[in-house]
């Protein structure tokens, strides 16, 4: 197993311009999220998806889509990045929404100039 | 709102040394704690989840506690290694929805060959 994967690793942006930072995982997990870390903030829940079909927000939603057409794939979309998006975003997974371990994936630093 | 704090904010110790490492929080009613290491530039690796019916978990050199009452989670490292070097998370889960996993801000370890 791959386990979570995440692409691109970097990415360097202009205020303005619009991306999708890509998730997917090979454990056949339904719960999905993704989070943001920035310095002194700690981690912090931006979406996620209990199954299929199905998204909600998190703590700090604004500026970010996400969709969920199949359990392996999770996108993270930016319509239009702005500075304060700079940071390392981190994808994770888990069986269920139950009490289980979160799978975290390597993360994309996003420039946003 | 469940709030995580860890302390201390970094440690150095020579190799060899056993150690402790405190994570607090302000609401009891979670289901799991959940601990992460991070090397630098890199995504979280969990190293130990205790359910809340729990008060310890080990794994190798790692021994992880619990005391739901108190509010407060220790993480024990055992004979330290320089390759124990890394920033270690706590984070709680509280049962899903859009608190997801409620991190501290973590505490940066070196341990000096």
């Known amino acids: 197993n791959a386990g979570v994967t995440q692409t691109p690793k970097f990415q360097v942006l202009k205020t303005g311009q619009s991306m999708t930072l890509q998730c997917a995982q090979d454990?056949?997990?339904?719960?999905m999220s993704w989070y943001r870390q920035d310095p002194g903030m700690g981690l912090r829940l931006i979406h996620y998806?209990?199954?299929?079909?199905?998204?909600d927000q998190g703590e700090v939603p604004n500026g970010y889509n996400v969709s969920r057409s199949t359990t392996e794939d999770f996108p993270l979309r930016l319509l239009s990045a702005a500075p304060s998006q700079t940071s390392v975003y981190f994808c994770?997974?888990?069986?269920?929404?139950?009490?289980?371990?979160?799978?975290f994936g390597p993360g994309t630093r996003l420039l946003v100039l | 709102k469940q709030e995580v704090t860890q302390i201390p904010a970094a440690l150095s110790v020579p190799e060899g040394e056993n150690l402790v490492l405190n994570c607090s929080f302000t609401?009891?009613?979670?289901?799991?704690l959940q601990w992460f290491r991070q090397d630098p530039g890199k995504g979280l690796t969990s190293l130990l989840l205790?359910?809340?019916?729990?008060r310890e978990q080990t794994s190798g050199r790692l021994n992880a506690s619990l005391d739901k009452s108190s509010g407060r989670s220790t993480l024990y490292i055992a004979a330290s290694q320089p390759g124990d070097s890394a920033t270690y998370l706590c984070?709680?889960?509280?049962?899903?929805?859009?608190?997801?996993?409620?991190f501290g801000k973590g505490t940066h370890l070196i341990i000096q060959p």
């Open positions: 994770a997974s888990s069986y269920s929404q139950s009490a289980e371990t979160q799978y």
């Open positions: 609401d009891s009613a979670i289901y799991n």
């Open positions: 454990m056949n997990h339904e719960y």
């Open positions: 984070a709680i889960w509280g049962g899903g929805g859009a608190d997801g996993l409620t």
């Open positions: 998806s209990v199954g299929a079909g199905i998204t």
């Open positions: 205790i359910q809340s019916s729990q």
